[in-house]
Nanobody
Framework: QVRLVESGGGLVQPGGTLRLSCAAS????????MGWYRQAPGKQRDLVATITSSGSANYADSVKGRFTISRDDAENTVYLQMNNLKPEDTAVYYC????????????WGQGTQVTVSS
């Protein structure tokens, strides 16, 4: 079993910055993908960014150039640096860990609220 704990959400003005963190603990395999998804009220949960254990990153078009995902494997932690935030970035942000060993294991954090408003 894996536990994911997010932190770093909050209220920020448009154009501001936030940094989200997600610490993973438990049975974590060497090869995995960690990422961030978000869900706004009344909408589906969408991908924000993912990063593999080899460091390959993938971003949603809406956040390219503004958000940066990174990971510290020694600490089993993934980060999301969010710059130039916009009101449309307002959502609950969820951490995800996906790993495979004979089958797919997919884990979610509890979510952290990000609100961009003046």
């Amino acid at each position: 079993q894996v536990r994911l704990v997010e932190s770093g959400g909050g209220l920020v003005q448009p154009g501001g910055t936030l940094r989200l963190s997600c610490a993973a603990s438990g049975s974590i395999f060497s090869f995995n993908t960690m990422g961030w998804y978000r869900q706004a009220p009344g909408k589906q949960r969408d991908l924000v960014a993912t990063i593999t254990s080899s460091g390959s990153a993938n971003y949603a078009d809406s956040v390219k150039g503004r958000f940066t995902i990174s990971r510290d494997d020694a600490e089993n932690t993934v980060y999301l640096q969010m710059n130039n935030l916009k009101p449309e970035d307002t959502a609950v942000y969820y951490c995800n860990l996906n790993q495979v060993r004979f089958r797919i294991y997919n884990y979610w954090g509890q979510g952290t609220q990000v609100t961009v408003s003046s």
